[in-house]
Nanobody, 121 residues
Framework: EVQVVESGGGLVQPGGSLRLSCSAS????????MTWVRQAPGKGLEWISGINSGGDTTTYADSVKGRFTISRDDAKNTLYLQMNSLKPEDTAVYYCGRSYYYWRYVPYDDRGQGTQVTVSS
């Protein structure tokens, strides 16, 4: 059974940092591009970052470029998202998943439960 479990979210002040993790199981993690997407309250799903199967190519949405860093540890079947200089508009539920393309969200599977990130003073 394919499963991804996101963690690391929480409440942080503007300008702060968080590191999200995505633990994957049920598939050969190293063979797949992985992406992070988010959904803010009352808004649609937004692709924010992706990494290729080799881990040597990453890409970001303009809204997070220069602030967020995606990475992967294939030995641990884990995807990460380091988020710095957080803004209130980053408040959302964050989801990870394997995707047909790393540069946009075309998922193989249904989304997991996600992890809530709230940026507020």
């Amino acid at each position: 059974e394919v499963q991804v479990v996101e963690s690391g979210g929480g409440l942080v002040q503007p300008g702060g940092s968080l590191r999200l993790s995505c633990s994957a199981s049920g598939f050969t993690f190293s063979r797949y591009a992985m992406t992070w997407v988010r959904q803010a309250p009352g808004k649609g799903l937004e692709w924010i970052s992706g990494i290729n199967s080799g881990g040597d190519t990453t890409t970001y949405a303009d809204s997070v470029k220069g602030r967020f860093t995606i990475s992967r540890d294939d030995a641990k079947n884990t995807l990460y998202l380091q988020m710095n200089s957080l803004k209130p508009e980053d408040t959302a539920v964050y989801y990870c998943g394997r995707s047909y393309y790393y540069w946009r969200y075309v998922p193989y599977d249904d989304r997991g439960q996600g992890t809530q990130v709230t940026v507020s003073s």
